[in-house]
């Protein structure tokens, strides 16, 4: 790197998209080896007759709020536990019916790894997301994907920003083969009976996310948008969750696609 007053803020910012490209493109190269463990750690997560709770410290926990927020509005009860506050009692959200996804692009981070004991001694069965497959955390799990040693994108290497797209791209990977594995989709809104009943396990699963401090917002898709009874599935689906826990944030294009007037 040059000093960065005598570059154009322009190239800087390419740089960084170009350290990021590259990472999820040796993520991708790197997920040869992984899909025995990716097809575990999948399978764990639908079979789960408990919750899904993330855990993580700092960025890495803020990637796993969102990871869990999605995994919840297709189908997979999820929550999350602060690490930090787990040593204060809130570890007791765990028990043996869960799966614990615990993210540390270290696989060092303290406060995770000095909270997997605990988890495993509750008979939670734990998935690590991590860079290093032979750390603490790695060594301490049921599953790894470990997406390796990358530099992160700024010119001293700490700040993490080249492994939080990895964490995310690799949930976002968990979540949507999670969701098709399950048959979470278009046919959970086929009647107003199905609608009522994925409002109703949504529900339940954004309270314990609201209780953890979360909002969620859902984002529709195209095939609410289809007329059922002479409602629009979207609008059944709305009228039956819970205001309080629950926004709404409409995608125009899906709306249109589904032959709606947004």
Request: proline share 4%.
């Amino acid at each position: 790197y040059a000093p960065a007053m005598q570059r154009r803020p322009a190239d800087i910012g390419q740089e960084v998209l170009d350290r990021e490209a590259e990472g999820l493109e040796r993520l991708r190269v790197r997920f040869e080896k992984m899909r025995d463990a990716f097809d575990e750690a999948v399978q764990l997560i639908v079979s789960c007759p408990g919750r899904v709770i993330f855990c993580g410290m700092g960025k890495s926990g803020q990637i796993g709020r969102k990871i869990a927020s999605t995994m919840v509005s297709t189908g997979t009860p999820c929550t999350f536990l602060h690490p930090a506050e787990g040593f204060h009692g809130e570890v007791g959200i765990v028990t043996s019916r869960d799966v614990v996804i615990a993210i540390s692009n270290s696989g060092s981070t303290r406060e995770v790894i000095e909270l997997v004991p605990t988890i495993r001694n509750l008979g939670a069965r734990v998935i690590a997301m991590t860079g290093d497959a032979d750390s603490v955390l790695g060594r301490a799990a049921d599953v790894v994907l470990a997406w390796g040693s990358f530099r992160e994108a700024d010119e001293t290497g700490l700040v993490p920003t080249v492994s939080s797209v990895l964490t995310l791209a690799l949930g976002d990977a968990l979540t949507i083969a999670a969701m098709q594995v399950r048959g979470f989709g278009a046919k959970d809104f086929e009647t107003e009976d199905q609608i009522k009943a994925n409002a109703e396990r949504t529900n339940a699963s954004i309270e314990k996310l609201s209780a953890a401090g979360l909002k969620v917002y859902y984002h529709n898709h195209w095939w609410e948008m289809d007329e059922i009874d002479g409602k629009l599935a979207i609008d059944w689906l709305l009228e039956n969750s819970s205001p309080e826990n629950v926004g709404f944030e409409p995608d125009l294009a899906r709306i249109v696609r589904g032959a709606a007037d947004p």
